[in-house]
T-cell receptor, first 111, second 117 residues
Framework: SQKIEQNSEALNIQEGKTATLTCNYT??????LQWYRQDPGRGPVFLLL?????KEKRKERLKVTFDTTLKQSLFHITASQPADSATYLC??????????FGTGTRLKVLA | DTGVSQDPRHKITKRGQNVTFRCDPI?????LYWYRQTLGQGPEFLTY????????KSRLLSDRFSAERPKGSFSTLEIQRTEQGDSAMYLC???????????????FGAGSRLTVL
């Protein structure tokens, strides 16, 4: 069956360091992969989208990679700040409309 | 239009009662989604509308659940005869189907938290 795995354990890092979050998937051939941020009690907020034919995407301090051979995406936050503390979700779409979400990884940036 | 609005934000009900949630999407968005999220989990897809047509329903959506989007604008999600297992955050999202690119970005509302006692 289709599966999207994100590290369910919280990731604690020191302020200023680079946070790297992982999204692995099986039995899937996604055309698009997105990363969202979710704060407690709020809906997810879109951060970045990457297509299957793209290797890397950047936006300010954020970088996403997409390896369709390894079936993995990595999400990096450089120069992390306490305000980056949140849950980060990856979402995959095979077609043009339906996104399936991973369980999310909770990031805590320590001051 | 400041985003996707959901109402109510919180609902506490007794088992067996019916509840209805409303979602007002971004006005120019033609796609509307309902997701359900429980603690520590990611959002689970429930159903999807393109304009007023409901194009897909998850198997998670039992016959106690019904969603509508009359006139392709706001949407309602009704749960009949609620059960304790229905307790969750119900998230609505909307997007604009972009011609050519295929990809679309979801804009979520803040969610409606349901507690069934």
């Amino acid at each position: 069956s289709q599966k999207i795995e994100q590290n369910s354990e919280a990731l604690n890092i020191q302020e200023g360091k680079t946070a790297t979050l992982t999204c692995n998937y099986t039995n899937y051939s996604p055309a698009y992969l997105q990363w969202y941020r979710q704060d407690p009690g709020r809906g997810p907020v879109f951060l970045l989208l990457i297509r299957e034919n793209e290797k890397e995407k950047r936006k300010e301090r954020l970088k996403v990679t997409f390896d369709t051979t390894l079936k993995q995406s990595l999400f990096h936050i450089t120069a992390s700040q306490p305000a980056d503390s949140a849950t980060y979700l990856c979402a995959l779409a095979s077609g043009t409309y339906k996104y399936i979400f991973g369980t999310g990884t909770r990031l805590k940036v320590l001051a | 239009d400041t985003g996707v609005s959901q109402d109510p934000r919180h609902k506490i009900t007794k088992r067996g009662q019916n509840v209805t949630f409303r979602c007002d999407p971004i006005s120019e968005h033609n796609r509307l989604y309902w997701y359900r999220q429980t603690l520590g989990q990611g959002p689970e897809f429930l159903t999807y509308f393109q304009n007023e047509a409901q194009l897909e329903k998850s198997r998670l959506l039992s016959d106690r659940f019904s969603a509508e989007r009359p006139k392709g604008s706001f949407s309602t999600l009704e749960i009949q005869r609620t059960e304790q297992g229905d307790s969750a955050m119900y998230l609505c999202a909307s997007s604009l189907a972009a011609r050519g690119s295929g990809a679309n970005v979801l804009t979520f509302g803040a969610g409606s938290r349901l507690t069934v006692l």
